[in-house]
Nanobody
């Protein structure tokens, strides 16, 4: 059974950093594409970043390139999202997701989801 558990969210000030982690069990990263999505109040769920070990691929929402970095922590079987220079518009509930097989930028094509971790950036 696949389980995803996010951690690392919190309340931070503009310009600071956070590192989110998604602990994964019941899957192997060689078979799944892993994604981070976010959803702000009143807005649709939005793609943030993805990583595929089998394809050797990472991808980001264009507006986040250079600030966010996704990576796989093999030792802890986790997918991390390093977020730098945070801004109030980054405030959202951040979700980790897994998709069997190919990568996707669309949240409704992912098979498994975590419960989310809240990130709030104050101005």
């Amino acid at each position: 059974q696949v389980q995803l558990v996010e951690s690392g969210g919190g309340l931070v000030q503009t310009g600071t950093s956070l590192r989110l982690s998604c602990a994964a069990s019941g899957l192997t990263f060689s078979s799944y594409a892993m994604g981070w999505f976010r959803q702000a109040p009143g807005k649709e769920r939005e793609f943030v970043a993805l990583i595929s070990r089998s394809m050797g691929t990472t991808a980001y929402l264009d507006s986040l390139k250079g600030r966010f970095t996704i990576s796989i922590d093999t030792r802890n079987n986790a997918v991390d999202l390093q977020m730098n220079s945070l801004m109030p518009e980054d405030t959202a509930l951040y979700y980790c997701a897994a998709r069997y097989g190919k990568i996707s930028y669309y949240w409704n094509e992912y098979d498994y989801w975590g419960q989310g971790t809240q990130v709030t950036v104050s101005s």
